[in-house]
């Protein structure tokens, strides 16, 4: 059933498009291509809205451009990069002290038991 899907986003390449500019996600596309299949009319609001889109942008809207780096940087959210960074400098600080605990640590401290010695002996 995914391949079916997919060769049906091939069929319509304007809902990347939508995607894309995060009208959409490939999950809404999926369930409604789940729900009204291939021949609906719900797929001519997409189809008109990527034709209209396509006729009226300029290349310059289509390209890359700084502002639209910026837009996205704009986008993030800092608190969720520095958590990402406290908890990657963490697992690297865990690490290296396992590294150096292990290297330094080398004496073996454990001492077995006789085999046959019972309790208070």
Known sequence: MKEEFKAFVRKRPELVRFVNKGDMTWQKFYEMWALYGEDEKVWKDYDVKGTEQSVNASPKEESFSFSSLMDSIKKVDMNAVQKGIGSLQKAIELLQGLTTKGATNNTNTY???????????
Do not use: T
Request: aromatic share 18%; charged share 55%.
């Open 111 to 121: 001492e077995p038991r006789q085999l046959f010695k019972k309790f208070e002996d």
